[in-house]
């Protein structure tokens, strides 16, 4: 989704900033900027690429602004987020981020997935937390498994609904480069696999009943099945 945008942003000359982006890549923690206020301006920006909801933003109406948020189901999350940690994260070359990544990765990889996963479920509970005083104001929201397989579609819904014109054939275009469907999985890529539900080859039957128990409220919201 992120690429996605940027790519048609920047042919339609709409200003894009991923302050989050900015900060890993500087090996500074992305969740902590003191001074948002300096650079961030209610109008004439898109500001993208968050993976979880800044504390910083808490701090600004942004009700009525046009937003886009892409959910998934956490079960997958927190698979995807195993082996990325373990195995195919992309880490800054320096910072304290580095330094966090590297314990992290080590962590992962000696205690296996099902712990991981079950040592991340606060986390996301607190980000899908943050997420919920979103949805009653102006948003659209979209699930990872509904959108995947239709990059295309997914696009021009996104971009009409920020009234961004582009020619289809870019849309298109733009879809098709980022359309990665591997054959088989393969941990050491970032897009290790793309289908939905993917935690049940991985996680063990106690696991996901624990995760289903944790994941109540967000698995009935948004209409994934236990």
């Not at 933003?57 to 959910?71: A, G, H, P």
């Not at 054959?183 to 897009?191: G, I, K, M, S």
């Not at 994941?215 to 099945?225: T, V």
Request: proline share 5%; glycine share 4%; net charge neutral.
């Amino acid at each position: 989704m992120n690429i996605m945008l940027v790519q048609a942003f920047d042919y339609a000359k709409i200003p894009h900033i991923a302050l989050s982006e900015i900060a890993f890549s500087a090996g500074l923690p992305g969740n902590e900027i003191t001074n948002a206020r300096k650079f961030i301006f209610p109008y004439g920006y898109c500001y993208r690429g968050y993976r979880q909801f800044p504390t910083y933003l808490k701090s600004f109406d942004i009700s009525r602004n046009r937003k886009i948020l892409l959910i998934r189901d956490p079960r997958d999350i927190l698979v995807s987020e195993y082996f990325s940690t373990a195995y195919s994260h992309e880490l800054p070359a320096n910072g304290l981020v580095r330094e966090e990544m590297l314990k992290l990765r080590n962590f992962a990889r000696a205690i296996g997935v099902d712990k991981y996963c079950l040592s991340q479920v606060e986390v996301y509970q607190r980000n899908f937390e943050n997420y919920r005083a979103l949805l009653d104001g102006e948003i659209r929201v979209y699930r990872y498994e509904d959108v995947v397989f239709e990059k295309s579609k997914w696009l021009a819904d996104m971009l009409s609904y920020f009234e961004v014109i582009i020619p289809p054939a870019v849309v298109e275009n733009i879809a098709a480069a980022h359309d990665l469907r591997p054959e088989r999985e393969n941990p050491a890529e970032h897009v290790r696999q793309v289908k939905p539900a993917n935690f049940r080859l991985h996680l063990k039957p106690e696991t996901v009943e624990i995760l289903n128990r944790e994941f109540k409220i967000e698995l009935k919201r948004h209409g994934y099945d236990t």
